[in-house]
């Protein structure tokens, strides 16, 4: 599975950079464009979303297999099913940061290309972020869970 | 070609990428998660995939300037201050929250989790309410 599941990362990480890249998504301006209700709003994000969840829906439903993933033993999915504190919470601090800013975690990294030092600094401090959590929930919970058969992805 | 269309595409190509890391893989392209595994304390056990997969989403920027003279990458928009503040406040939102736009916004709505959908209303909320405050209350 590693030199496979290797190959798979490098495939769908540069697609996946490709996509933020032409959609405008690694552009700040863009992205707090769309945030903008009271001013300029710019909807872009709407059709990157659009296309993004229509294919996919699509793929997730009537492409992948439903016994098992073909270079892996099982799905690893999210465990949690429940709308809880921590959740709403931690969408809410995220979405302070992602209007100050205007990167999201993708757009920051693809944005690591560019050289600029002011991104260096939003995602290491991102990364910062991320080690006090994860400090502070201890190792005790485990956030996915692998699945033998996908019964609803 | 007009912006909205090419904001279609990038989302169509999204899309395809997590079609595939599912169907090969079996995991979510959630950025915050694949990022989060490699982090301390008690890093994930598969950190070989999580950096590939970061080192393509670095990669597609120098393949995009090979195809068509530019990397499309913005200027950030924020001072450094700023985007130390925000750095931490995505770090902090997106580990506590499980995901981000990618792992909640794409694949979770895609897989019409209810966790995800009421996550994506409450962040694009809080991020509406943020650019109101700073440039309408607060900035010029």
């Given at each position: 599975m590693t030199v496979r599941g290797i190959l798979a990362g490098l495939m769908t990480g540069f697609l996946f950079g490709l996509g933020l890249c032409l959609s405008g998504m690694t552009s700040p301006a863009v992205v707090q464009g769309f945030l903008d209700i009271g001013g300029a709003w710019n909807p872009a994000l709407v059709f990157v979303m659009a296309g993004g969840v229509a294919v996919t829906f699509l793929g997730y439903h009537f492409l992948v297999p439903k016994s098992r993933p073909l270079w892996g033993s099982a799905y690893v999915l999210p465990a949690a099913t429940r709308i809880d504190t921590p959740l709403l919470a931690g969408a809410a601090i995220f979405g302070v940061g992602w209007g100050l800013?205007?990167?999201?975690?993708g757009p920051a990294v693809v944005s690591l290309a560019s050289g600029r030092p002011s991104v260096f600094v939003f995602v290491l401090s991102m990364a910062a972020g991320m080690i006090l959590v994860r400090w502070m929930r201890g190792p005790s919970r485990a956030s996915m869970a692998p699945r033998a058969a996908e019964d609803n992805i | 070609m007009h912006p909205f269309l090419l904001a279609v595409i990038g989302g169509v190509l999204i899309g395809i990428s997590a079609v595939l890391l599912m169907t090969l893989s079996g995991r979510i392209a959630g950025i915050s998660g694949i990022v989060g595994g490699l982090l301390p304390p008690a890093p994930a056990p598969d950190r070989s995939w999580r950096l590939a997969f970061i080192l393509g989403l670095v990669a597609a920027p120098a393949g995009l300037r090979v195809l068509t003279g530019d990397a499309l990458i913005g200027p950030p928009t924020a001072g450094i201050p700023a985007l130390v503040a925000a750095g931490l406040l995505v770090g902090i939102g997106t580990a506590l929250g499980s995901g981000c736009t990618s792992g909640h916004g794409i694949c979770g709505v895609s897989r019409l989790s209810s966790r995800s959908i009421v996550a994506v209303l409450v962040f694009i909320a809080t991020g509406m309410v943020t650019v109101f405050v700073t440039r309408h209350l607060i900035g010029a």
């Open positions: 800013a205007g990167y999201c975690p | -």
